[in-house]
């Protein structure tokens, strides 16, 4: 398999980081933590995800 995101899994996976992004945008984290949690999201895609899911920050 190809690591090139194309069609509909490309679509997904930008779907997905947006929603992430705009979740830790409104949890309770302070300014710093909700970069640096944006920051692990876009530079480690997949992974950054799957920590953000399990221990990121809480919506309020």
Known sequence: MNADYSGILGI????VV????VSI???GATQG???LWILLVLIFPL???IIWFL???KSR
């Open 18 to 21: 947006i929603w992430a992004a």
């Open 25 to 27: 945008l409104n949890s």
């Open 55 to 57: 221990a990121g920050p």
């Open 12 to 15: 997904l996976h930008l779907a």
């Open 33 to 35: 933590q909700k970069v």
């Open 47 to 49: 992974i950054g995800l």
